[in-house]
């Protein structure tokens, strides 16, 4: 049984090698897989490329892609996913915060009749801003996208190959992965594991790239704009029953003065709810323009003990 390991790579020239490493002695000790991996360098601003080169001399399967430039962490999953032979395959970090030692976990959970597990972290070791946004994105996830109730989806997963066969289908510029899971199957089990803290440097995820990386759930929802109908419907109400109100209070009390602050405020709500919307409906009018003109999902410049064409380029 052959796993695939897909990992997107971005300024982890010193992190990668041990990733490969450590994942190649858990596979040691269970002899019924084999692993490849496809390591996918996301445009980095160091050596990484070089080091996933040095990988790719040293052991023939292992798999190196270089993209073009930076085109995000999920689209160098789906890279990577293209260039994945496996019967199994498996997603995870460069940094080592998903460890190797917990493969095992997800696999065997897998055996067990799953078609997609995600790892569940009891505990993890994300500062408290990316934990703060972590919950709010899953909060709106929650209630934006259809998915399993009781499911936690994490960076860390396991899917059968039919799985990313339809996954690969998509080609879409602006994705999200486990959503692409979702509308996939519905067949998918937690497993709880064990997150580990970063050996060395930061989150490459600012504030910008999570809320970015949120907003791609737009291709997928109509929630928003049917949230939109419902707050005009709402502030339309509103402003009729709040103006018959105030032509029954002149009739009763002719000497009443009209409040030129209330009427502002009420000018700031209705135009921010407004502008709000507009963004929104924006957003998706943007995101057809850029599918339409067919905008690269990923771009390879380079590939190392791949052989054939290159499959899924965009």
């Not at 419902?230 to 509103?238: A, D, T, V």
Request: charged share 20%; hydrophobic share 40%; proline share 3%.
């Amino acid at each position: 049984m052959l796993v695939s390991m897909v990992i997107p790579c971005y300024n982890s020239e010193n992190s990668i090698k041990k990733v490969v490493e450590l994942t190649l002695q858990e596979f040691q000790k269970m002899p019924q897989y084999q692993c490849e991996f496809v390591l996918v360098n996301d445009f980095s601003k160091d050596h990484t490329f070089e080091s996933i080169r040095s990988l790719c001399q040293k052991y023939p399967f292992v798999k190196g892609i270089n993209l073009s430039r930076n085109f995000g962490q999920h689209n160098a999953i789906m890279a990577g996913m293209n260039y994945a032979s496996g019967d199994y395959i498996v997603g995870m970090d460069d940094d080592l915060q998903t460890h190797p030692s917990q493969i095992p976990k997800l696999l065997a959970k897998l055996e067990e009749g799953y078609d997609l597990v995600f790892g569940h972290f009891a505990e993890t070791k994300f500062g408290w801003l990316k934990k703060l946004t972590s919950r709010i994105a899953s909060f709106l996830t929650w209630h934006m996208i259809q998915r399993p109730k009781g499911i936690e989806a994490s960076n860390f997963w396991v899917c059968r190959k039919y799985v990313r066969d339809e996954i690969i289908k998509y080609k879409n510029y602006n994705l999200y992965l486990q959503v692409l899971f979702y509308r996939t199957t519905h067949n998918i089990a937690n497993v709880e594991i064990t997150h580990f803290a970063r050996e060395e440097g930061k989150s490459n995820y600012t504030f910008k790239k999570l809320f970015s990386l949120w907003m791609a759930c737009l291709n997928y929802t109509v929630v928003p704009l049917r949230l939109a109908t419902f707050l005009g419907c709402i502030s339309s109400l509103g402003g009729f029953l709040g103006a018959v109100i105030v032509v029954i209070k002149k009739i009763l009390q002719p000497d009443m003065a009209v409040g030129w602050a209330s009427v502002m405020c009420a000018l700031f709500l209705l135009f921010g709810v407004t502008l709000l919307m507009l963004g929104i409906i924006g957003e998706y009018i943007g995101k057809a323009i850029l599918n339409l003109n067919s905008t690269p999902q990923f771009i390879v410049r380079e590939k190392l003990n791949v052989d054939g064409e290159e499959e899924g380029k965009q």
